[in-house]
């Protein structure tokens, strides 16, 4: 039920940038893009969402295609800290019946020293 | 509190044994996410509150699953005569009710059935 796809894992050298890909080609014009990521043991924690515009915030930019069929989530300067699976959801824009936030199984980013 | 608070956050049980996970949404927040984790897998959506119904429970695994939400606040989940294949974290998320909202999550309660 997932709406998007996500690779499986990604590695990435300590201090470099981290670019993790998000497919959503079915997205729909008041679906936004939010991203989370779940370090080991913990709840998911967000980090950021949008809808066609490219967002930056403390944590990470969001990089949102102008079709809004893909996006990307670029960790600027990835530390070990920054180890977790990320996942990538679509959400209506308001809260409704249907704000089921599918989960997909995410992208396991590993930060390599 | 501040954030959402789930109890308890372990929790061993015998096979067959009911259990009561209770979830504190962060005050305010209208709507209530259950999720299951098994070891080594995804976020498996089980229910959503919109205050206190539940439009959808059609992710629930099967008729021992069931959950309830009063006063727009507190929920719990409940396990009818629980099986190993339970075991997993259960986590439970809440968001408010405007648009743009992220849902923040509990640090979830970790199931044993032994």
């Known amino acids: 039920d997932a709406k998007t796809t996500q690779p499986p894992s990604m590695d990435c050298a300590e201090g470099r940038a981290a670019n993790l890909p998000c497919n959503h080609s079915?997205?729909?014009?008041?679906?936004?893009v939010y991203w989370y990521r779940q370090i080991h043991s913990q709840g998911p924690q967000y980090i950021i969402h949008?809808?066609?515009n490219n967002e930056t915030n403390e944590m990470a930019s969001l990089i949102i295609t102008e079709d809004r069929k893909s996006s990307t989530l670029i960790l600027p300067h990835a530390t070990l800290r920054d180890t977790a699976v990320y996942y990538c959801?679509?959400?209506?824009?308001?809260?409704?019946?249907?704000?089921?936030?599918?989960f997909g199984p995410g992208t396991s980013l590993s930060v390599i020293p | 509190g501040a954030g959402v608070s789930q109890s308890p956050s372990n929790k061993v049980t015998e096979k067959g044994k009911d259990v009561e996970l209770r979830c504190d949404p962060i005050?305010?927040?209208?709507?209530l996410y259950w999720y299951r984790q098994s070891l080594g897998q995804g976020l498996e959506f089980l229910i959503y509150?919109?205050?206190?119904?539940?439009?959808?429970k059609s992710g629930l695994p099967s008729d021992r699953f069931s959950a309830e939400r009063t006063g727009g606040s507190v929920s719990t989940l409940t396990i009818q005569r629980t099986q190993q294949e339970d075991s997993a974290v259960y986590l439970c998320?809440?968001?408010?009710?405007?648009?743009?909202?992220?849902?923040?999550f509990g640090q979830g309660t970790r199931l044993t059935v032994v």
């Open positions: 998320a809440s968001s408010s009710q405007g648009v743009n909202t992220e849902a923040f």
């Open positions: 079915t997205i729909s014009g008041n679906e936004y």
């Open positions: 949008g809808l066609k």
């Open positions: 959801i679509v959400r209506p824009r308001e809260r409704t019946s249907y704000d089921k936030v599918i």
């Open positions: 005050s305010g927040h209208t709507a």
């Open positions: 509150f919109q205050g206190n119904s539940a439009p959808d």
